[in-house]
């Protein structure tokens, strides 16, 4: 067997760490942004830390849980993490889900923080 790269391994326990405090404590999802992170949400536009956190904390669910389909890691050119994740979503009553979501992920004083989110449900219109 082959060891990962400490790409894989970093983005891959991050994606662990993120989908586990969103399904059940969103709050706490502070804690891996940073002041001058960006949220994209649906094609809404959120920045710094305290943003982000009350839009996710704002969504209307009570419950939801993440089912990861696969998720890909890549080093950037300036030491950072893109982590592209595609999955299924349930919440509340509502019919499962798919959705995409791509984070950069950078070392801060030590610590992996999220400088960049997009999120986006996998519904399709054709209309």
């Not at 009350?54 to 969504?59: A, D, I, N, R, V």
């Not at 979501?101 to 801060?108: A, D, S």
């Amino acid at each position: 067997m082959v060891d990962q790269p400490v790409w894989e391994q970093i983005g891959s326990s991050f994606v662990h760490h993120y989908y586990q405090m969103f399904d059940s404590d969103r709050s706490l999802l502070g804690s891996i942004y940073f002041d001058t992170s960006c949220l994209t949400w649906e094609g809404q536009q959120f920045q710094g830390k305290n943003a982000i956190v009350e839009k996710l904390t704002s969504l209307p669910f009570t419950k939801i849980a993440h089912s990861i389909t696969a998720q890909d890691h890549q080093p950037t050119p300036d030491c950072c993490i893109v982590s592209m994740v595609v999955g299924q979503l349930k919440a509340d009553n509502d019919p499962v889900m798919g959705f995409h979501q791509t984070f950069i992920l950078k070392n801060i004083n030590d610590s992996w923080v999220c400088t960049n989110d997009m999120f986006r449900l996998a519904i399709h219109n054709f209309g």
